[in-house]
């Protein structure tokens, strides 16, 4: 097949596009270059101004609609000169994709000739029609105006094309009557839930004006690159994003020879240029490697507040998929694009706190410190399970569905890995107190009710959902095609309870008289007693491990199907009203939108499964069918003994594959009788099956029929050509 093996000689032929830059650039002179960052706005605000915005930013204080002018204007002319010609609301639809509405600077006057303008009012709000965008029910087209308005905490951005640059402002998504259309605004609003009360706790440890707590974020991205001339004869990664056939390599990951192994010199000049694009953004890239899968690779920006790291992310990965182009190759972003080999994630780092206290996360100097560290590890292990199956429902996706508990990702059951020494302080405070930890073998023996504990994270366990890391805790189920948007408004809202308890818990202890020390060993003992049943140190890849969180009464939620439903459970509406980040009609929208994403996802790629099963592969292994006896007719012709074992080899898959197809056709014509979770359910229990024999029989096929007449790049191309 031509097709096949012109991608092989293209990649062959490639030349690597010369570098449009200077090597020797420091990456300080161009960091934050395209952004309308604090410091420029220190430099061209009046001073009024800068401070009015400046407290917006530092204390989340609405931004005062006085001073959006002359930001705007500042802002326009800033832009201008960064050769901006345009202006966008950038915003984050249920998709999980990014939007943008383009508006031009430009005004017509009326006598022919233009200016350029930009009004406070044009920054601060935007109304893209955007009718097209999932809402699960919140709005009818007739109602269909969106608003978008701006983040302020999120610095608008130079967005660069060859043809023209824009100015890029970060914005929430909402309907007329102010319901969230988007992933902007729960992050905003779970970030305030959650500061009320940690700051409530922080002041019963005496900070009583200290500044607002925030979440920050540390995402790390898992992805794989592969020859955009294999990708372009894909039409299942072109379509899906991951490919429906391919037999497993000879060779996998089995040599574990890619692992943190030496980055490709055409995948470095790729990284070099993604970090250079991510940097002129302030996106602060940090860390990059080799990952399990050949073709697979990671990059993790540090740590950010949690909008403006949202907002990064959904940036980084844009970025990358277009720098890729340039490069001849495809970024993948799919959790799972091939399988037999690991698939990708998306590890949300997560930990509170401020510029001032650091992470609230961090086992501090003293026993005071200590008290206030293990109550905030105490309220996490109290969302954590209390709330396991939001957590669940916030990774849930048709195609994290083929990663989550697959042996390499961690398993659908979510519990908390605390390492072996915070294992054991909070195992001391469930036995009536703890008074000392374990330090490599020794007891350090703290001087007050609480032990010292050393900064050493101790262990790592990678076959856990949530673990702590020494001074944040990661949350290892999203997927790498995931906005970071829904684990981080889970985590902030699972904590704004949490911590409500146990600020009312003490406050209420200490009210009474009770020992400020004694109401948190209480409080941490109740926590124990209540929750400990989430903590689990062990190994989550092990067969024992789901017989053993059954016994615990842990949730085992499988698939999307069974988690999507814990959105719209009384508790999870009740906790997300309370707190102020959904509405029940939000939360059943977010509900519908993710059951219609799944019906989408499987319904697109069982199509595609059928047509290349009828289209490209039956008529490649028919033709070799052919071929073979022609081949056993000539040899009786010539009055050969004619073997006729090799063509009732492929006649069987053959025969399968056909049988498959035709049950895959049917049970597609049936999709259509039902729909909500009754569709995604028929989905996953008889078209994902249905699609999966066909495969097995292509896969099987692909073994034996012709290399020559095989149309699509295999594994091993598609993995080890770059
Ligand atoms: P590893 O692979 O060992 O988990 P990486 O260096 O790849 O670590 O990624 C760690 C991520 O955690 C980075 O994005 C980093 O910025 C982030 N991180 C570090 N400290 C914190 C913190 N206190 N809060 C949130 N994220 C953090
Ligand atoms: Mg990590």
Redesign the pocket.
């Known amino acids: 097949n031509k097709v096949r093996l012109q991608a092989i000689a293209d990649v062959e032929a490639y030349v690597a596009p010369a570098i449009s830059f200077d090597p020797g650039e420091e990456p300080g002179e161009i960091f934050g270059s395209n952004v309308f960052s604090v410091s420029v706005m220190q430099k061209r605000l009046p001073k009024s101004v800068y401070k009015s915005v400046l407290a917006t930013i530092e204390k989340s204080a609405p931004l005062d609609p006085l001073v959006a002018d002359a930001v705007a204007s500042a802002m326009k002319d800033w832009a201008l000169e960064k050769g901006a010609t345009h202006y966008a609301h950038v915003f984050y639809p249920l998709t999980g994709l990014t939007a943008e509405k383009h508006d031009s600077f430009l005004d017509p006057v009326g006598d022919g000739t233009a200016f350029a303008s930009f009004s406070g009012k044009t920054l601060i709000q935007g109304e893209p029609d955007a009718s097209s965008f999932p809402n699960g029910g919140l709005r009818n087209t007739f109602e269909a105006r969106g608003y978008t308005g701006w983040d302020v905490m999120s610095p608008a951005y130079v967005l660069e094309n060859p043809n023209g640059n824009t100015l890029c402002i970060p914005t929430v998504f909402i309907s007329m009557t102010g319901e969230a259309l988007d992933h902007k605004t729960p992050i905003l609003r779970s970030q305030q839930a959650m500061a009320v009360h940690a700051e409530r706790v922080l002041k019963l440890f005496g900070y009583d004006n200290s500044e607002h707590v925030v979440s ?5 991205q898992e992805y794989f690159l592969i020859d955009r001339h294999f990708f372009l004869s894909r039409p299942d990664l072109i379509n899906a994003g991951r490919t429906l056939f391919g037999a497993k390599p000879p060779k996998g990951q089995e040599f574990d020879d890619h692992y943190f192994g030496a980055i490709p010199e055409r995948v470095l000049a790729f990284m070099m240029d993604t970090e250079r694009e991510l940097f002129k953004l302030g996106i602060p890239a ?2 990059r490697h080799n990952e399990v899968a050949p073709g697979q690779f ?1 990059v ?4 950010e507040r949690a909008n403006q790291g949202s907002d990064h992310q959904q940036l980084l990965m844009t970025t990358f998929k277009s720098v890729a182009k340039k490069h001849g190759m495809e970024c993948l972003f799919h959790e799972k694009p091939f399988a037999g080999v690991n698939g990708s994630g998306k ?1 949300v ?3 509170l ?1 401020n510029s001032e206290l650091g ?1 609230l ?1 961090v086992p501090g100097d003293s026993p005071h410190d200590n008290a206030q560290f293990l109550v905030f590890c105490g309220a996490i292990i109290r969302g954590v399970d209390l709330y396991s199956g939001l957590l669940r429902a916030s990774v849930a996706s048709a195609s994290n569905d083929h990663r989550l508990g697959a042996n390499e990702a961690p398993p659908a059951i979510i519990s908390i890995f605390l390492g072996d020494q915070l294992a054991d302080v909070f195992d001391q405070i469930a036995k009536g107190g703890a008074t000392h930890s374990k330090e490599r073998g020794t007891l350090a023996i703290g001087v007050d009710t609480l032990p010292d504990l050393t900064k050493d994270p101790g262990d790592r366990n990678r076959t856990s959902p949530f673990a702590f ?1 020494g ?2 805790f ?1 949350f290892r189920a999203p997927g790498s095609l995931q906005t970071v948007a829904g684990p981080m408004v889970m985590l902030n809202t699972i904590m704004a309870e949490a911590l409500d308890y146990c600020a009312t818990e003490l406050e209420t202890a200490v009210a009474e008289g009770t020992d400020f020390n004694d109401a948190v060993q209480a409080l941490l003992a109740t926590i124990i007693a209540d929750h400990g049943k989430v903590i689990f140190n062990g190994n989550g890849y092990s067969d024992e491990w789901p017989i053993e969180a059954e016994q615990r009464g842990l949730k085992n939620l499988r698939t999307t199907i069974d988690a999507l439903p814990e959105l719209i459970t009384p508790e999870a509406i009740e906790l997300f009203s309370k707190y102020n980040v959904f509405n029940e009609r939000e939360m059943h929208s977010r509900y519908e939108v993710g059951i219609e994403q799944y019906v989408l996802t499987v319904s697109v790629e069982a199509n595609l499964t059928l047509e290349m099963g009828q289209t490209t592969i039956l008529p490649a292994a028919v033709r070799y069918q052919t071929e073979l006896a022609q081949n056993v007719a000539a040899l009786k012709a010539a009055g050969v003994e004619a073997d006729l074992s090799l063509l009732d080899e492929v006649s069987g898959p053959i025969a399968d594959l056909r049988a498959a197809l035709v049950t895959l056709a049917s049970a597609i014509a049936h999709e259509h009788d039902s729909d909500g979770i009754v569709a995604a359910t028929y989905l996953r229990d008889t078209v994902l099956p249905a699609m999966a024999a066909v495969r097995t029989a292509a896969d099987t096929l692909e073994g034996l029929v012709a290399d020559d007449l095989w149309a699509l790049p295999t594994y091993q191309e598609m993995l080890y050509i770059l």
């Open positions: 920050y974020l540390g995402p790390e940090k860390t990671e993790a920006p540090m740590f590890h780092n997560f930990s706190g992470s996360f890391t001074n944040r990661e």
